[in-house]
Each structure stands twice: as C-alpha cells, then as structure tokens.
C-alpha cells in the first residue's frame, strides 16, 4: 500500500454509522482521529460535541487580503445492510483490481481525505496555504445533519467563507472532470391507512369493509400519469424551466445515454416524464417516488386476511423554485382528496430541504473549471445533482457563500450498498485537484 493510501484505509476501518446509536463510540473515534490528524498539520484543530456526534474544525492561520475557503465532508456512513451481499469485509477496506472496497470509500471518506491529503502535500511543500482555510467535517450527513445548521447560525462569525468545497457528488464517466451547480431538493412522508381495528378473515369479512392495502395502492397509482407527469395540483407551479445551454451541454454528456443507462440500472426499459431526455429528468426535474408501501401479510405462503392497515412512503425531488413544505402541503391535500371517506388517512412529514443552483459561470466556477481541465485534461462536464445535500443551500442561507460541488464518484460507486468502491485513480486525482484548486483560488 503506498504512503498516500495508509490515512485512508485507517479512517475506512472505523465503523461510523450515524444513524445507529450502537455505533456511537466509532464515530467518535473517527472523530478523534481526524482531530489529531488535522492537529499534526499545524492546524487549529477543534472537536464541538453536538446533541449527536461531533462535528470537527481546523483552521489556518488567516491573513487580510486572502480568499476564505471552506471544505465540507463527512465522516459518518450508511449502514452496511444486506451484510451477506459484501464481497468483502465492509470495514476491512480491500483493494480489488484497480478500486479500493468498503463502506465509505467513496461517501464520503474517499473524497473528503482527498483535499486533506492535498493540504498536507501543500504544507509540506510550501509551508503554507495561500488561502484562509476552514476544514468542517461532520458526523451527522447521513441523518440528515439535524446539528449543523444549529452549529453554524452559533458559530457563523467564525466561519468566514467566499466559496466552499465540497467532493460528496458524482463524475458523469470516469477521467471526466464534472462540476455540479445545482442539486435536488427533497420533502419526505408517510403515509398510512386504516380500516378495521385489527386484522380480519378475509373471507368472513372481505366485500364487506375497505381493505386499506388495496386503497394505498389506489392512492399511490394516483400521483403519475401514464406519461410519467405528477397529476398533485400545483406541483409544477414554481419549477424554473431548463435554459437551453443547459439542454445543449446535457445531451452530450456521456453516460447519460439510453444505452448507458440501462446498462447501470439493469432495468429492462427507461421510463419518465414524457418529453425530457435522462439526464433533464434526473438533474431538472421534480420527481415523486415510492420508498417502500406494504401491509397485511409479509412471509411465506398464503394467509387469508384483510389487513387492518397500509402503508407507504415517499420521497419528492425537488427543483427551483420550489418549496418543501409547500409541496408537503399540497401533497397531503392530494391524499385527502383521493382518500374515500370508508377509510382513515394519516400523513406524518419527513425530513426536508430546499433545491440549490449557483451560476457556474462566475470567478469561482470559472477557476474550478480551470483546475478540472488541469487534473483531468478534459473540458469539464457542467450538471445539476439528482440527489439532494441540504447542508449546501443552509450554507447559502447562513453563511452567505456558494459551494463549488466537484465530484469524484463514479455511477457504478456501490454508494449507500453492498460493495461500495472508489477507484484509487480518482483518489489520486481527488488530491492533484485539492492542491491545483487551493493554489488558483489563492490568486483571486
């Protein structure tokens, strides 16, 4: 293993999953980890205790007259369930051809111990950084950071910020330098039906009362049309249509073909909103997704009842300009609209987060392109993000700066599944473009 790989595979072998408490003392010691690892730079070096895990921040010394940068990642994962569909050990990172294999490899471990990788090169080489820097590392990501926006309205005044970087998205294809201006937003819920106050024979009492599994199928089939359009009132009112550079820009970007795509899904066919190519409706448009739904009886074999309830559970992707809770509104007054009055109806709200786009065009995206171009010697791909990071337009609100969103995953990245990986090549590059981005962003 080269010198390069060994922080690596040390901060890969902790089993931070947030969302189980279990997991606690992990996390922690990731935590610890980071903050001894960060100190040993020369770095003021900090661990804030959160009603969660702890969020950790390291800092230069700042100077007048330099650009202030902030680097986000996390350092908690997903857990590791289905464990037996692992190859490998999922806390034993493991090198298997040219890819390293593990749990967080890739979200967000790989991407985040990159740029500090990169600071350190840049230390060691030049004793210093030539921009003002704050690192902010947090445990919470994948639970949805429900500490850091109470972290940063209490600690904005010391968190100055012109730009911030974050490596916690995709590359279209690999050796392909991707900047991401735009993600998704998000407004979750569940939503359950009622019937009877218990499980009945379907036989003694089938036909005679609803069957709450078949009314949340009816429900679900209610939000799409057959061309794939949501059919809730209002849901498109505020979504910003798409300017033709980016129509142009996006049917070329390769990957995003219908060959690619269905070789990456294994689904037999694409399906969508009518009208818009793959990568519009991944990047551009709002979706309505069913998580998971299910009552009444799971095992095997028959068992005659009518279940007493249902369920399902639903995830929105969102779009500028809309609104999370007002799509949570509009939402729940579809479900009571098409919720028949034999029946009860329950709606519980989820996590939220509002859609981001910044104008990659400005100084600061010109200069991310130009240390992509550098590293990978390509013009760089421009997309939006199908997938949400709420923390990032919390860092607009707050902290009053974009995020310069430069990817290193690749499509087939295992990411939040079994035998998740991160090609050491883009951990290489990762670093190559921590250090050529900190240097071009310091002659601003």
Not at 95 to 121: C, V, W
Not at 212 to 235: C, K, W, Y
Request: hydrophobic share 35%; glycine share 10%; aromatic share 6%.
């Amino acid at each position: 293993m080269s010198d390069l790989l060994k922080d690596l595979f040390t901060v890969l072998s902790f089993q931070s999953i947030s969302t189980d408490p279990a997991y606690a003392p992990e996390v922690q010691k990731n935590a610890d980890w980071l903050v001894a690892k960060l100190s040993s730079l020369g770095l003021t070096t900090t661990l804030h205790d959160t009603p969660g895990h702890p969020i950790v921040i390291a800092q230069n010394k700042h100077a007048e007259g330099r650009p202030n940068v902030l680097l986000y990642g996390h350092y908690d994962v997903q857990p590791v369930d289905p464990i037996d569909l692992w190859d490998t050990p999922p806390f034993e990172p493991t090198i298997i051809g040219d890819k390293i294999f593990a749990r967080g490899a890739t979200d967000n471990k790989g991407q985040h111990m990159a740029h500090l990788k990169a600071i350190e090169q840049l230390l060691t080489e030049e004793g210093q950084l030539p921009v003002n820097l704050t690192v902010l590392l947090e445990g919470e990501e994948e639970i949805g950071s429900p500490n850091l926006v109470p972290f940063l309205e209490a600690n904005k005044d010391t968190l100055p910020c012109d730009i911030i970087i974050v490596s916690d998205t995709g590359m279209v294809a690999p050796s392909t330098g991707t900047m991401g201006y735009g993600l998704r937003g998000i407004s979750c819920c569940e939503v359950s039906l009622e019937g009877p106050n218990s499980d009945q024979h379907s036989g003694c009492i089938g036909g005679a009362i609803a069957n709450p599994a078949t009314e949340i199928a009816r429900l679900v089939s209610s939000l799409h049309d057959n061309q794939g359009r949501v059919m809730i009132d209002g849901f498109y009112d505020d979504v910003e249509p798409l300017a033709e550079w980016e129509r142009d820009m996006w049917a070329e970007v390769v990957g995003m073909d219908e060959a690619s795509m269905l070789a990456l899904t294994g689904a037999p066919a694409l399906h969508g909103e009518a009208g818009y190519s793959s990568a519009e409706r991944l990047w551009a448009r709002p979706t309505a997704e069913v998580n998971g739904i299910g009552g009444g009886y799971q095992g095997e074999g028959s068992k005659t009842v009518l279940p007493s309830t249902a369920f399902c559970k639903l995830s929105f992707r969102l779009v500028p300009d809309q609104d999370p809770d007002d799509i949570y509104e509009k939402v729940k007054a579809h479900f009571e609209k098409h919720t028949p009055a034999h029946i009860t109806l329950k709606v519980d709200k989820g996590h939220g987060g509002h859609p981001y786009r910044s104008d990659p065009h400005d100084r600061f995206g010109k200069v991310a392109q130009a240390a992509l171009k550098t590293v990978f010697k390509n013009d760089p791909v421009l997309i939006r993000e199908g997938g949400s990071i709420p923390i990032i337009s919390d860092f607009k609100r707050i902290l009053g700066a974009d995020t310069l969103m430069l990817g290193l995953a690749l499509p087939d990245a295992q990411i939040h599944a079994p035998n998740e990986n991160f090609p050491i090549e883009n951990f290489e590059k990762g670093v190559e473009l921590g250090k050529t981005l900190i240097k071009v962003l310091g002659k601003l």
